[in-house]
Nanobody, 121 residues
Framework: QVQLEESGGGWVQPGGSLRLSCAAS????????MGWWRQAPGKQRELVAL???????NYADSVKGRFTISRDNAKSTVYLQMNNLKPDDTAVYYC???????????????WGQGTQVTVSS
């Protein structure tokens, strides 16, 4: 069974930084793409950043220039470096990946359990 485990959330003051990590475990043939979504109270889940195997990235307009997504393919891990955080960034952040367990199986969209990020003074 494939799982995604996130870490790195917490509380930070406006202007501060946090780094989220998400590691995939289990039987994995390939993972692509990987990314981060977030959901604030009373709002729909939204895409924050996505990275495709070759390094192509895509960001929500609200985080461009502040957040950086990266991945370590050898560790099946994706990171989200968040700088200059704002109160509007407060949300539960979810790791997302499309994982192919083996050549005999179809790709599976997979979600992490979520990690809380709170930005306040």
């Amino acid at each position: 069974q494939v799982q995604l485990e996130e870490s790195g959330g917490g509380w930070v003051q406006p202007g501060g930084s946090l780094r989220l990590s998400c590691a995939a475990s289990g039987t994995i043939h390939s993972i692509d793409p990987m990314g981060w979504w977030r959901q604030a109270p009373g709002k729909q889940r939204e895409l924050v950043a996505l990275i495709i195997g070759g390094g192509l990235t895509n960001y929500a307009d609200s985080v461009k220039g502040r957040f950086t997504i990266s991945r370590d393919n050898a560790k099946s891990t994706v990171y989200l470096q968040m700088n200059n955080l704002k109160p509007d960034d407060t949300a539960v952040y979810y790791c997302y990946a499309v994982i192919t367990p083996s050549l005999a199986q179809d790709p599976r969209p997979t979600w992490g359990q979520g990690t809380q990020v709170t930005v306040s003074s």
